[in-house]
């Protein structure tokens, strides 16, 4: 036996593609749901082999005497953490509520890039993740500028329809998608938006969400509906308290679903309207607003609805849609968004106008024949967030030029 065969070769270790993920939301240890399917796509990623990703969460606060409003100390407050295996930043920028926003991604640029710089002088990143279109996308472009590397963005949905509209942002999200080295969209109802903008479509990808299959899935619903204290019919609407979720529509509905029971799961600024809502229309008694939800409570809450109700005017594709169906909770929404690409067959629930007269239609539509659970998560069961990693580690390794 030769030499070359008794000695072992030495094995190729393969670089790593380290992604520098940049997100204004992400989880911390006192707002543990703040962006966590960013956190759940970006830890999904973070197991792909040959992949390491750092992310730098930028918090916004605001100047003195702005400063002393409520919920200001609590940003200032947030540290630098290892959260669950992924090294996390949270350098501070300013950020004037209300006017700033054209603002913020140059603020949000010159806050990251001297501790950016360190990070890549270190260890050098091969490409710049940016998690929302804006304010995130502009403010990789300027970093991808003074790194040298390459930037891609993923659009969400309200940072592309209500971004996109606003004096001195859109001309910079354009600008951002021109210069980006590739695109992602949560829907393809949200590529042909973008398209719309003025991007180019051969940039962009759609990459729909992830899935915990494990614990989002059919339970008794009998019993679930028991262990939170519910009865009788349960209508469920998860989604901030926010004029474009239009959750008064929900309540106006509500006169003509006798017995029916609203529970909002959410909080934000039409908090008090909406309460104020429900009680001139008499129905107080039967909505029950439960504040936010941890997102390991949420399975128990789908599966314990009869229906899951959310009539926005714009979305991109909502999480809440996804878990719902894998509960096994038909969906009653507007035509927005992704819903349509969702919807593999009619026990997924309806679509619906934004009108509180069709949506108790639909409503009692379903609970006059409600579907199988089996066949409502039918819809969602090529999900999953192993999935989602794959699709996107693909896609960072063809645009960072690291196909192996």
Not at 61 to 76: E, F
Not at 121 to 141: Q, S
Not at 375 to 380: F, I, Q
Request: glycine residues 8%; hydrophobic residues 45%; positive net charge.
């Amino acid at each position: 036996m030769d030499c070359e065969s008794r000695t072992a070769r030495p094995q190729a270790v393969a670089r790593l593609v380290r992604i520098l993920t940049l997100s204004t939301l992400f989880p911390a240890s006192d707002r543990p749901n703040f962006g966590i399917f960013v956190e759940r796509q970006t830890h999904a990623l973070s197991e792909v082999p040959d992949f390491a990703v750092t992310v730098i969460n930028p918090v916004g606060t605001a100047p003195w005497p702005l400063g002393k409003a409520s919920g200001q100390s609590d940003l200032k407050a947030l540290e630098n953490e290892r959260w669950r295996g992924l090294e996390v930043y949270r350098p501070r920028f300013t950020a004037i509520p209300m006017v700033g926003g054209a603002r913020n991604p140059a603020a949000i640029a010159r806050a990251i890039l001297p501790f950016a710089k360190q990070l890549h002088r270190e260890t050098p990143f091969d490409l710049i993740d940016a998690e929302f279109f804006y304010p995130d996308g502009p403010a990789a472009m300027r970093l991808s500028d003074a790194l040298g590397i390459p930037f891609t963005i993923k659009a969400r949905g309200a940072d592309i329809h209500y971004w996109g509209q606003k004096h001195g942002c859109r001309s910079q999200i354009v600008d951002a998608a021109d210069k980006a080295a590739g695109l992602l969209a949560v829907s393809g109802a949200l590529k042909s938006d973008m398209v719309a903008m003025g991007m180019n479509a051969e940039k962009i990808r759609v990459h729909y969400t992830g899935l915990d299959q494990a614990r989002f899935l059919p339970r008794d619903r009998a019993a679930e509906k028991a262990r939170l204290g519910l009865k009788g019919p349960v209508i469920l609407c998860v989604g901030a308290f926010i004029p474009r979720k239009n959750q008064r529509l929900l309540i106006e509905a509500l006169p003509d679903l006798a017995d029916a029971t609203l529970v909002l799961a959410g909080t934000g600024e039409s908090d008090a309207a909406l309460r104020a809502l429900a009680k001139r229309r008499g129905v107080g008694d039967r909505v029950r607003f439960i504040g936010a939800v941890p997102h390991d409570d949420l399975p128990a809450l789908f599966a314990a609805a009869d229906v899951m109700a959310l009539v926005s005017s714009s979305e991109g594709l909502a999480n809440a849609w996804v878990e719902a169906l894998a509960c096994g909770t038909p969906i009653v929404s507007s035509d927005v968004g992704g819903i349509r690409e969702l919807m593999k067959n009619e026990a997924a629930g309806r679509i619906v106008a934004q009108d509180a007269q069709a949506i108790a239609a639909a409503v009692q539509s379903i609970l006059a024949n409600p579907p199988q659970a089996a066949d409502v998560s039918a819809n969602v069961q090529a999900f999953s967030w192993k999935e989602n990693a794959r699709q996107l580690a693909d896609f960072f390794r063809t645009v960072s030029g690291r196909q192996g």
